[in-house]
């Protein structure tokens, strides 16, 4: 018998990814979301629901009775004010833990957190470690404080999605690549900055190690999803940019910071600039996550990040137009 997985949130960005894995290699898949799916071949295994309701979430996935779970389902953009706004991250958590409950052959549960329960740039000194900077952060930062207040049964584990590329990716995870590809991206001087990003393809690989290794160890239940070691950022930019034929400029540090103060001051009337001191802070700050704990899981992701690039583009010029 195939192996039964069900997926909350499975037709955003990584579950869409994950989804065409799957399915390509055998499993029977569940989507769960009140969003349609981005292929329309994955309307088959996609069920309208949207799992702040209990009642409707509850009878489709005892139905269904999946092997594992990959909980995804989650409001991930920085525009909301208060919890509430992100319901599906915190009751919708708490509702998929009650199900669980009534899975007693459930092998494994996988819920997705995310980098921003700490800001960039921060090490936490533990897994329990928390300095969220937007509400958005806070809202996942109860997500795990529910999983770890209601453990599940079976064998889980925590993941902590960095900032993730690739195909069928949207805002504001493409904003890097939509810049260099626009030629509005510039190095800064002779300034250096590095980030943890990972590539999809390297993500799921990550994600499907994680599905199937012990995490029984409590110390040692939360794991950062993304590429290993961190990208410098000027040269991703330039790989990027070679891959399209032209280089990448480089303007001196004190007139792009000029032009970070001129797109403060337009904000003011609300008038968008492409480069304001969140956005310099961002190109010149590094954000590092340890990776350790997934690397030892996962040690040979299956793509470089040229490939990635690669695979990157096409995905553009089939699917977006562009380029």
Avoid at 172 to 186: A, E, Q
Avoid at 303 to 314: D, L, P, S
Wanted: net charge neutral; glycine share 6%; with cysteine.
């Amino acid at each position: 018998m195939p192996k039964k997985v069900l997926i909350t949130g499975g037709s955003g960005f990584i579950g869409t990814n994950l989804i065409e894995h799957l399915i390509k290699k055998g499993y029977k898949v569940l989507n769960i979301d009140f969003n349609q799916p981005k292929i329309s071949k994955h309307n088959q295994f996609w069920e309208n629901i949207d799992i702040v309701d209990i009642g409707k979430f509850e009878e489709k996935v005892l139905s269904f009775s999946p092997d594992y779970i990959i909980h995804l389902a989650a409001r991930t953009d920085l525009d909301g004010n208060t919890l509430d706004d992100y319901s599906a991250n915190t009751t919708g958590t708490e509702n998929i833990l009650k199900i669980v409950k009534k899975l007693p052959e459930l092998k494994k549960i996988i819920i997705t957190s995310s980098k921003f329960v700490n800001p960039n740039g921060y090490v936490p000194n533990s897994q329990f470690d928390y300095n969220p900077h937007t509400v958005y952060g806070e809202s996942k930062v109860v997500t795990e404080n529910k999983v770890w207040e209601n453990k599940p049964h079976c064998d889980w584990c925590i993941i902590r999605p960095t900032s993730i590329w690739g195909p069928w990716f949207g805002i504001p995870y493409r904003n890097f690549f939509d810049m260099v590809m626009k030629r509005m991206y510039f190095h800064i001087g002779n300034t250096q900055c590095y980030k943890t990003y990972g590539y999809i393809g390297n993500s799921i690989y990550q994600i499907e190690a994680l599905l199937y290794a012990e995490t029984l160890d409590e110390k040692n239940k939360v794991f950062y999803i993304g590429d290993n070691p961190a990208y410098e950022i000027n040269e991703w930019a330039d790989e990027i940019a070679k891959e399209l034929g032209f280089n990448i400029p480089t303007m001196p540090k004190f007139i792009i910071r000029f032009l970070a103060w001129f797109g403060d001051f337009l904000k003011v009337f609300k008038i968008k600039f492409p480069m304001t001191s969140f956005r310099y802070e961002n190109m010149t700050s590094n954000g590092v996550n340890d990776m350790s704990n997934t690397h030892r899981i996962a040690p040979h992701p299956p793509f470089n990040r040229v490939e990635g690039i690669k695979n990157t583009i096409q995905w553009f010029k089939k699917y977006e137009g562009e380029i």
